[in-house]
């Protein structure tokens, strides 16, 4: 499946509506461009719709729904897709730490397909040869012609077929898009503990969208807390029971022995080094697996509304 072409097309049809989504388009010197969702520009919710989409390969639908969080109002995040593999591990998984010089950002997107370096995409087969492509950047800084040269040399295109699209983490577009991973972080969990991925077949998921944070750091914190404790999956899976009963208790978030304070607390107890955090917290609270072959349900996890409440609100 042509993944940076589904993309590139959803990112078509935001271009045209660009002045109702609030969203920059910028070329950049040298071949290339970028549409900026919440650096200058303002952003917004559709936006930030629109970018989870995109990054999801156009694979999934995306949808805001109500919900609450401790007895206040709080919007949801709600992910739906019959191609979760190659939506969610083939293209929205942030796997790709973008450095060059002093640009950082962690990149995500179908993009990836086309660089292609991280094992999973020779082990499922998910690797392609796109002619041009398109990524998700989370950070607060432009890309840069060095960058955009750096993307197009290691995917294989010119620099003129590369399209970014990049939202600092505190701002509407840029936390709905990282809340918005819900699916993924359990596809990815899933993987991690080597269970055979490809037999989910269906998913959906939903997290709390929590309020945008005043600096992109305590945006990390109240986002992975979004997924960590306050975020629901239901996977569709095939196969047997007995596999999903033994891992079923190490997929959800609470297996984690950091599990249980906001993650701004664990992450300035490890000075702010990701690698050092547990990475088994990085998970849904809640994983239920409905067996299609078998029609069983497997519920694993439970949600931590007091966690969200501090995290949050500051309760």
Not at 79 to 94: E, K, M, R, W
Request: aromatic share 6%; glycine share 10%; with cysteine.
């Amino acid at each position: 499946m042509d993944l940076n072409g589904r993309a590139l097309r959803r990112v078509e049809a935001l271009r045209a509506v660009l002045d109702e989504r609030r969203v920059f388009e910028r070329v950049i010197e040298g071949g290339g461009r970028y549409f900026d969702c919440g650096i200058e520009a303002r952003g917004g919710l559709v936006a930030g719709l629109d970018l989870a989409r995109i990054c999801l390969a156009d694979l999934a639908d995306v949808s805001i729904v109500p919900g609450e969080v401790a007895g206040r109002p709080c919007p949801v995040v709600q992910v739906t897709t019959d191609h979760p593999l190659l939506a969610c591990l083939g293209s929205q998984y942030a796997g790709w730490a973008i450095s060059e010089g002093k640009f950082f950002a962690m990149g995500s997107g179908p993009m990836r397909a086309a660089y292609a370096h991280e094992p999973l995409f020779a082990e499922f087969g998910l690797g392609e040869r796109p002619e041009a492509v398109v990524g998700v950047l989370e950070g607060r800084k432009p890309p840069t012609p060095a960058v955009v040269a750096r993307v197009a040399e290691t995917c294989g295109v010119a620099p003129e077929a590369v399209t970014l699209l990049v939202a600092p983490t505190a701002s509407l577009a840029g936390t709905l898009q990282v809340v918005a991973r819900s699916v993924e972080t359990a596809l990815h969990k899933l993987h991690e503990l080597r269970f055979d991925v490809r037999r989910v077949v269906s998913a959906h998921g939903v997290a709390p969208l929590p309020p945008v944070a005043a600096d992109d750091l305590a945006a990390i914190g109240r986002t992975n807390d979004a997924i960590l404790y306050g975020a629901r999956v239901v996977l569709y899976v095939t196969g047997d029971d007995a596999s999903i009963e033994e891992i079923g208790p190490k997929v959800p978030s609470a297996a984690s022995r950091d599990h249980g304070e906001p993650f701004a607390a664990i992450f300035a107890r490890y000075n702010h080094d990701f690698y050092a955090v547990d990475p088994h917290l990085f998970s849904p609270a809640e994983v239920a697996f409905q067996n299609l072959d078998t029609g069983r349900v497997h519920a694993f996890g439970k949600l931590a509304p007091e966690v969200l409440a501090r995290s949050f609100h500051g309760a």
